[in-house]
């Protein structure tokens, strides 16, 4: 346990230049320095160590248009083949501090004639008594070097004064067979890397992240021999021979730790000075947040109260973890992708599918260790068709017996409702009557009908109506999935669409609605085929191939054209259709047809219109899901920061209370989370919290690159575990299935 004290705390951030270029790969241009100001303990700053120099254009044309502010200059490089370099910081009176060095260092890679290999480290001095003892992080990237398959690898090491040797470290626990080793036997392209490493008590931690795709990262904590002291930073020549050019970011954070003192008002974790939105309906307060296990216990002044561990929100916003109302993540796991992006809890079983309706209690206890979200499940009606060997359009009454049953059992044993994909096979043989009756069953059990409509194109507005209808007639609550106009015919309808909603609202049905923040949507390729062939195939393409050709040719262009659906799996992974259509001399409906043909793969449509997508985002009952996870679509990790940085903030679309109202507390209203003591900070309420840098938060993922992490998360807490910290992954697995509330405690249903 630490006792804080503000005015020891200070931060020091030089060479921020990388960090600068980091973000400048987003588009911005802003540069973040902070002066060197030498502060109790005395800091003294020496660059004395071997090669230093400047980059320019010729040398590393991939870092053309960005320049130090202060000097007009490229940025500053350390070392490069068979140099040495360094940064060296050292403290004249160590007081037994805490700290961090870390490294966003650019690999260069193979240049196409000569290997870059590269060993590079950084350096935490381990104590100042007799010998002196330092801890190393080292690494070899190993990025294609000729010959190679791939033996990069990244270790941590410590020094005795003579050698170096490895740390305590039981190597089977991070899989590899080499003492040692966070890392071994990885190959890694061209590209930013960041390294980091902390010194805490008696305890040194590792964090990599080589921010590729897909990220490959490590941790390590284990104990150190000596106290605290300073850190050197270095590089030196390969062993090969070569070295990469790089530039490196020094971030060090020195902080007291005085002798614990135990309190009788310990907390595992106190959260000091944030701006903290405790929901989306209450005006922001600067209030500390005490948590002990997985709960929020007090919030009040607690700067002089004990904890094992301090966060300092100072500058930073704290809010309820976000809540995506809309992804596919249904076999639960890490799910970093949502963790990076601020994300709590995840609503899965969408659009018609789910993973179990048999014995959905089996399931759920099944995922009971595995994952990093929260976990909340809705069963799907085209899994419950399948479940009773339903494909056609009506039911027998055996059929749909067992269907209720299945539904009914399943929302017993927690899943939050139903969902349907009345676009999908076998959804799309559905009549509306089968549906209404499945949804009275969801009400009388307080769930939810989520809906993917029979159509978000032409027939948009016949759908939404069908989607109103049916939670009128079962009087059941409706969440309207991934709204959005898709192609030319439905373009400009955002309007009409909205005023049903409101108009149905305003009788008091209840209707809500999710959306990502992207114009391109992502699905399978049997959405340009029509049901009426996929329920027999061979009999359209054989008999029928006439009328075929014309529901096809029409469904690509509904779309706007086979120039806007860029295929992203199969045979024509990685083309438009459209250039498929022309490399094969056909015309884009006979690709589709014979090329093709159902289960083909899946495609990126390229069908909304922005303006679209801002009519629908500020609507009162709106709130933000992903449909992800997805590798293909940048919305799998960036559909939350880029809501907060691209339209709140930079567009000014939202202030931050809204922001908190979209993606967290309108989710924890429509699936009841409130009752279960989530979605909002108060006393009691289970702690699944982000913690984000307003000024910084933003998306990276781009279609060219749709899995890069985004900027500005600095903390999420998911059930009083901390799985981001500062900005870091942590790999764990903290996340709980959430089970549907009993009726008898009633239904929620609050627009503040």
């Not at 501090?97 to 290997?115: L, R």
């Not at 209720?404 to 559905?430: C, E, I, P, V």
């Not at 706007?560 to 094969?584: E, F, K, M, N, P």
């Amino acid at each position: 346990m630490n006792k804080f004290t503000k005015k020891n705390r200070f931060y020091i951030e030089t060479f921020s230049f990388v960090l600068f270029c980091i973000l400048n790969f987003n588009g911005f241009s802003e540069y973040f320095e902070d002066s060197f100001e030498p502060l109790e303990p005395n800091l003294v700053w020496t660059d004395a160590l071997g090669f230093y120099s400047i980059v320019d254009i010729a040398s590393e044309p991939r870092l053309t248009g960005i320049v130090h502010p202060t000097t007009g200059t490229h940025i500053l490089k350390l070392a490069e083949d068979n140099d040495t370099g360094g940064i060296n910081i050292t403290l004249s009176d160590p007081l037994g501090q805490d700290m961090t060095v870390q490294s966003w260092v650019f690999c260069e890679g193979n240049d196409g004639s000569t290997p870059k290999g590269g060993y590079q480290a950084i350096l935490a001095r381990a104590s100042y008594q007799g010998t002196e003892n330092f801890v190393r992080l080292a690494w070899d990237p190993d990025h294609n070097e000729t010959g190679d398959t791939g033996d990069g690898w990244v270790k941590l090491q410590a020094y005795d004064g003579a050698t170096w040797d490895y740390l305590g470290i039981d190597f089977s626990q991070f899989g590899s067979q080499n003492q040692g080793y966070i890392l071994n036997g990885t190959s890694w392209s061209s590209g930013w890397h960041r390294f980091k490493l902390s010194v805490r008590g008696n305890k040194v931690t590792a964090f990599i992240d080589d921010m590729d795709t897909p990220h490959t990262t490590g941790t390590l904590s284990i104990n150190l021999r000596d106290g605290h002291g300073g850190f050197y930073v270095y590089t030196s020549g390969d062993y090969a021979g070569y070295f990469d050019d790089f530039s490196i970011d020094v971030t060090i954070t020195p902080t007291p730790t005085p002798t614990p003192i135990p309190g009788p008002d310990d907390f595992d974790i106190i959260i000091l000075g944030g701006e903290v939105y405790q929901d989306g309906f209450t005006s922001p307060t600067w209030v500390d947040i005490g948590i002990n296990d997985d709960r929020i216990t007090t919030m009040g002044a607690l700067s002089d109260k004990y904890a094992k561990k301090f966060i300092d929100a100072t500058g930073l916003v704290v809010v309820p973890g976000f809540i995506d109302a809309h992804t596919h993540a249904d076999s639960g796991g890490s799910l970093s992708q949502y963790i990076r992006q601020g994300v709590t809890t995840v609503v899965t079983g969408n659009c018609g599918s789910s993973p179990s309706v048999k014995d959905v209690d089996a399931y759920y206890d099944s995922l009971t260790g595995k994952l990093g979200p929260n976990y909340i499940g809705l069963i799907g009606h085209n899994s419950l068709r399948g479940a009773v060997g339903l494909s056609g359009t009506t039911p027998t009454l055996s059929q749909m017996t067992n269907m209720k049953q299945y539904l009914h059992q399943g929302m017993k044993d927690g899943a939050f409702g139903l969902s349907t994909g009345l676009y999908y096979y076998s959804g799309f043989n559905s009549t509306t009557e089968e549906v209404i009756e499945l949804a009275e069953i969801v009400s009388k059990n307080g769930g939810v009908y989520a809906t993917h409509m029979r159509s978000e194109g032409a027939f948009v507005i016949d759908a939404v109506k069908e989607a109103i209808r049916i939670g009128h007639e079962a009087d059941c609550r409706v969440q309207i999935s991934h709204v959005k106009c898709s192609g030319p015919l439905a373009w400009n309808k955002s309007g009409e669409f909205l005023s049903l909603v409101d108009a149905a609202n305003s009788t008091g049905d209840q209707i809500m609605m999710d959306q990502y923040p992207y114009t391109a949507s992502q699905t399978t390729l049997n959405v340009l085929l029509p049901s009426w062939a996929l329920n027999n195939w061979s009999d359209a393409v054989t008999n029928h191939r006439s009328e075929l050709e014309q529901d096809v040719r029409d469904l690509i262009a509904e779309r706007g054209g086979a120039d806007r659906v860029y295929i992203i799996s199969g045979t024509y992974s990685g083309q438009y259709l459209s250039d498929v259509a022309a490399s094969l001399v056909k015309d884009p409906e006979d690709v589709v047809i014979d090329n093709i043909g159902p289960g083909g793969g899946n495609a990126i449509y390229f069908t909304m219109q922005e303006s679209d997508v801002q009519i629908f985002m500020p609507h009162e009952r709106l709130m933000v899901g992903s449909d992800g996870p997805t590798s293909s679509h940048p919305r799998g990790s960036g559909t939350f920061p880029r809501f907060w940085g691209h339209y709140a903030r930079d567009l000014a679309m939202f202030t931050k209370q809204e922001s908190v109202r979209k993606t967290s507390t309108l989710a924890a209203q429509q699936f009841r989370l409130l009752e279960l003591k989530r979605g909002a900070l108060y006393p009691g309420y289970f702690a699944d919290i982000t913690i984000l840098d307003y000024d910084a938060i933003i998306d990276r993922a781009t279609f060219d690159q749709p899995t890069l992490s985004p900027l500005g998360i600095q903390y999420v807490i998911v059930n009083g575990a901390v799985v981001i910290n500062n900005g870091a992954y942590q790999g764990q697995y903290s996340g709980r299935v959430l089970r549907l509330p009993s009726p008898d405690q009633g239904i929620t249903w609050i627009l503040y």
